[in-house]
């Protein structure tokens, strides 16, 4: 049986497996004469499977049958690909944005109306104290400053009173800070702030609040100003409030102001 021998760097399990197959027409002793040129016999030749080679990935067969594993992958494949796209749509982000968008401002305009009133713009909104004793309306005063803790906790509650009743009732704010309203202090017997004071139609004082107290106290007393009934039902009540020998004097350069 011949030998092949390898000449270079080939691998062994390339070269095709060869075995001998004997011949029926061929003699035994035919091999002995040296004259005559030396016959082998036809080679059936086989190849062995390939193994997994680490420089190329093995190629699968389009016509034997799929393993189940590869069954399984298809089906994991196919059904990863019929979910959601692996890219945001633009549709979806612009719907998105706009439904952000729209909550933002639904978020901001809630926080502005319950906490995001101060006390600035109460008393930009507020009506001159001249004027709301004058106009034939009753009218509630509040006595406040701009450092007081309670003035500023309490001024969502006066913001949403006065858009109740803003038609019938006047709304006056006197910074006591003023020098300006240093009469209406000592007339009203401010000692405490903020200092609400409900004044009828002539601004005649029929009672006043003082203090932190719930939104209910200056509700139920604006509400019997508005109908025009002749007492308030919580004429003298006092809460948590800060003192007004606090208070930052200042003078305030424009006569019609009454911040």
């Known amino acids: 049986m011949a030998r092949f021998a390898p000449s270079n760097s080939i691998a062994l399990h390339r070269i095709p497996l060869c075995f001998r197959i004997p011949h029926p027409l061929l003699q035994p002793s035919a091999a002995r004469f040296p004259s005559s040129p030396r016959r082998f016999p036809p080679l059936a030749c086989q190849?062995?499977?390939?193994?997994?080679?680490?420089?190329?990935?093995?190629?699968?067969?389009?016509?034997?049958?799929?393993?189940?594993?590869?069954t399984t992958g298809q089906a994991a494949s196919s059904s990863s690909n019929q979910g959601f796209p692996e890219f945001p749509n633009k549709d979806i982000n612009r719907r998105v944005a706009i439904v952000s968008t729209v909550s933002a401002l639904a978020l901001f305009s809630s926080s502005r109306l319950d906490f995001g009133v101060s006390l600035k713009d109460l008393a930009a909104a507020a009506l001159p104290y001249e004027e709301a004793l004058s106009n034939g309306k009753p009218t509630v005063v509040e006595f406040y400053a701009d450092w007081c803790e309670v003035c500023r906790e309490l001024a969502p509650d006066v913001y949403k009173v006065e858009q109740q009743?803003?038609?019938?009732?006047?709304?006056?704010?006197?910074?006591?800070?003023?020098?300006?309203?240093?009469?209406?202090l000592d007339e009203f017997g401010v000692e405490g702030i903020p200092h609400f004071?409900?004044?009828?139609?002539?601004?005649?004082?029929?009672?006043?609040?003082?203090?932190?107290?719930?939104?209910?106290?200056?509700?139920?007393?604006?509400?019997?100003?508005?109908?025009?009934?002749?007492?308030?039902?919580?004429?003298?009540?006092?809460?948590?409030?800060?003192s007004a020998e606090a208070r930052k004097v200042h003078q305030v350069s424009d006569p019609r102001s009454h911040g």
């Open 165 to 184: 009743f803003k038609d019938r009732v006047n709304f006056v704010m006197l910074n006591v800070d003023n020098t300006k309203w240093e009469q209406e």
């Open 47 to 70: 190849t062995l499977p390939e193994s997994h080679d680490t420089t190329s990935a093995p190629e699968k067969s389009s016509n034997g049958p799929e393993s189940p594993g590869d």
């Open 197 to 242: 004071a409900f004044l009828d139609k002539q601004g005649n004082e029929e009672g006043n609040v003082v203090g932190r107290l719930p939104r209910q106290y200056l509700l139920e007393n604006v509400d019997a100003l508005a109908r025009g009934e002749a007492s308030i039902p919580h004429a003298r009540v006092v809460g948590q409030f800060s």
